[in-house]
């Protein structure tokens, strides 16, 4: 049986030129799913907000106190909720920094949920 003398060592450059670029992929996937799960909590709580507001006649200054606490909870910072009450409609936004695995690899996030407002209307 013969063997080929040229590739000698050939596997273990490919692994050691590899691994690294495996290792950058599984972070950037973790670091997709931190942003993807903060963004997600925000569109969340804006939700629930613009309901509270909406349907439940929830004051604007409770349900945003509300939303805080709720995003206290999560990885989300400098966070700023935003409730306005206008023709009828109830716009809620919220932004803040979603976390980085890096130094410096916060992003920004920032969502906004819009309901009608329910109730009777009388003319």
Do not use: K, Y
Not at 35 to 58: F, I, K, M, P
Not at 74 to 95: A, M
Not at 96 to 106: L, N
Not at 115 to 120: A, K, S
């Amino acid at each position: 049986m013969r063997r080929c003398r040229g590739n000698r060592g050939s596997t273990s450059l490919t692994v050691a030129l590899l691994t690294p670029l495996l290792v950058v992929l599984m972070f950037a996937a973790v670091q997709a799913a931190l942003w993807g799960h903060a963004r997600t909590e925000a569109r969340a709580t804006a939700r629930r907000t613009a309901v509270l507001v909406a349907r439940s006649g929830v004051s604007v200054d409770d349900a945003r106190a509300t939303a805080i606490e709720n995003l206290a909870d999560d990885d989300l910072t400098d966070v700023s909720v935003d409730v306005v009450v206008e023709d009828g409609i109830v716009v809620v936004t919220i932004t803040g920094r979603a976390p980085g695995i890096v130094v410096g690899t916060t992003r920004a996030v920032s969502v906004t949920e819009a309901l009608p407002r329910e109730g009777v209307v009388t003319r």
